[in-house]
T-cell receptor, first 111, second 114 residues
Framework: GQQLNQSPQSMFIQEGEDVSMNCTSS?????WLWYKQDPGEGPVLLIA?????ELTSNGRLTAQFGITRKDSFLNISASIPSDVGIYFC???????????FGKGTRLSVIA | EAGVTQFPSHSVIEKGQTVTLRCDPI?????LYWYRRVMGKEIKFLLH????????ESGMPNNRFLAERTGGTYSTLKVQPAELEDSGVYFC????????????FGNGTRLTVT
């Protein structure tokens, strides 16, 4: 099956800083999803991208679907302590098949 | 609206024992999924129910894992006998039947096999 590579694996940033993380695939994805997992909870969908080149925002979060369809990035502006968690990219392996997830980027915010 | 609920939240068992995890999806959601995350790894698909039928169980690791969804409501995932490598967080998710309907995840069951 397809694999998604996320980078960086972890990041430590100061409160107020901007954050950028990305996700790449060796094959084409038609949908990119970004999830966040808070400690002790399940992943929650942040942003869904359905078209190459699409740029979508959700509050301080912005995600883009790469033109090649093999990558996506997620930016968080002006980070706050509650941004702490693990961010996962995901997409369907192909067609209607179940989601494939990356290994996640663990974000720590230092107040 | 109640979210996806999973029980128990934590389970510690010895190798060779049996454990049953339960998932109650959001009411009205026909699709129910089981996923597992081993520490530091990706969240991996196990299987997918549509109502009471197994749509895709290609991710089930081996025949020690048995999933059921009686009456198309709640689902159980039984591991028998448990092995050390079964440790991880087991997530259940549900979604409605239409295309692109988002997955709603439960908080997971953290399973530790010693």
């Amino acid at each position: 099956g397809q694999q998604l590579n996320q980078s960086p694996q972890s990041m430590f940033i100061q409160e107020g800083e901007d954050v950028s993380m990305n996700c790449t695939s060796s094959s084409i994805f038609n949908t990119w999803l970004w999830y966040k997992q808070d400690p002790g909870e399940g992943p929650v969908l942040l942003i869904a991208l359905y078209k190459a080149g699409e740029l979508t925002s959700n509050g301080r979060l912005t995600a883009q679907f790469g033109i090649t369809r093999k990558d996506s990035f997620l930016n968080i502006s002006a980070s706050i302590p509650s941004d702490v968690g693990i961010y996962f990219c995901a997409g369907p392996d192909s067609g209607n098949t179940p989601l494939v997830f990356g290994k996640g980027t663990r974000l720590s915010v230092i107040a | 609206e109640a979210g996806v609920t999973q029980f128990p939240s934590h389970s510690v068992i010895e190798k060779g024992q049996t454990v049953t995890l339960r998932c109650d999806p959001i009411s009205g959601h026909d699709n129910l999924y089981w996923y597992r995350r081993v520490m530091g790894k990706e969240i991996k698909f196990l299987l997918h129910f549509v109502k009471e039928s197994k749509q895709d169980e290609s991710g089930m690791p081996n025949n020690r894992f048995l999933a059921e969804r009686t009456g198309g409501t709640y689902s159980t995932l039984k591991v028998q006998p448990a092995e050390l490598e079964d440790s991880g967080v087991y997530f259940c998710a549900s979604s409605q039947g239409f295309a692109k309907s988002p997955l709603h995840f439960g908080n997971g069951t953290r399973l530790t096999v010693t």
